[in-house]
């Protein structure tokens, strides 16, 4: 595939109660490019983390936008939605990232150098100088287990499989059936990237540091974790005939002109 400079790049952040980090995230990542945009997809966070989002807008007006669910649906889910507005408002480089500061805004330029030349982009804690800060042995363990486990049994050769900080342009995601994705978890970033991977197209890993989140809870639980470890053998046996199916050049994800629910810069 040919590669050029993203012209619009948006860097989406999925958010649960998440207020007091993302206020100071939303201005460091639009710091980083002149170029970025922002797109919060919120689940109607209790700590109103909407409301930050949105005095944000005011200040950076047709930076930053929102999509509001009704309801805490999933980091997966939150994703596929802010992919398809992303797609259909004219992005053409969609960068995954968390709201806790865990994902550090600094990496953003080296992404976007990176997205010139290759299909999609990997932040990744499991190459030379990448790793973790703060982090007890147990998380690192489990952590680093689950991207050998999934490299193992997907045989495909990308270090951090599980890591959520990465970088997609807009035709990899057009060719991903993002409505047929069924994780919700970690296991979403796994079967993106293998989905991509067996679609044919390229990527780039490059090393970063990921830091605890800085204020706020963790939603991530062992339920989490377990869908991770079955839905990689549901990949690796029943994805390849799906895929095969699935590739041809002219097939596109359908997306959605607007969410109703999605609140555009004022
Ligand atoms: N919209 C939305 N965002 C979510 C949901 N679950 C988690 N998130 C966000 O997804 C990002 C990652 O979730 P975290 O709880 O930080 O998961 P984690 O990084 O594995 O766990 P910690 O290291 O403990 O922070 C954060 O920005 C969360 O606010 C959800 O159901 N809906
Ligand atoms: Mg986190």
């Not at 045989?155 to 997609?168: E, L, Q, S």
């Amino acid at each position: 595939m040919q590669h050029k400079s993203p012209v619009k790049p948006l860097v989406i952040i999925p958010t649960y109660n998440e207020r007091e980090n993302v206020s100071r995230l939303i201005p460091a990542v639009l710091g980083e490019d002149s170029g970025l945009h922002v797109l919060v997809v919120d689940d109607e966070s209790p700590d109103d983390t909407a409301g930050a989002v949105l005095e944000s807008r005011k200040k950076y007006a047709g930076r930053v936008f929102l999509i509001s669910r009704s309801g805490k649906l999933g980091l997966g889910r939150a994703y596929v939605d802010g992919f398809h507005w992303g797609l259909a408002n004219g992005y053409d480089f969609l960068i995954e990232m968390d709201g806790d500061w865990s994902h550090n805004p600094r990496y953003l330029p080296k992404m976007l150098q990176l997205a010139k030349k290759t299909d999609f982009v990997v932040g990744s804690r499991y190459i030379p100088n990448g790793g973790t800060l703060n982090w007890g042995a147990g998380r690192r363990i489990l952590s680093k287990f689950g991207s050998l486990y999934s490299r193992l049994i997907l045989g495909v050769r990308i270090a951090d499989f599980t890591g959520g900080f990465n970088g997609w342009s807009e035709e990899v995601l057009r060719k991903i059936d993002l409505n047929t994705l069924r994780s919700n978890g970690y296991s979403f970033q796994i079967e993106l990237k293998y989905r991509a991977n067996k679609l044919g197209f390229e990527h780039a890993e490059f090393p970063i540091i990921f830091d605890e989140r800085r204020a706020g809870k963790s939603k991530m639980s062992g339920s989490i974790a377990l869908e991770a470890l079955w839905r990689v053998w549901g990949l690796r046996f029943f994805r390849n005939k799906v895929l095969r199916d699935k590739n041809s050049p002219s097939r596109s994800v359908e997306t959605r002109t607007e969410p109703s629910d999605v609140r555009p810069a004022g």
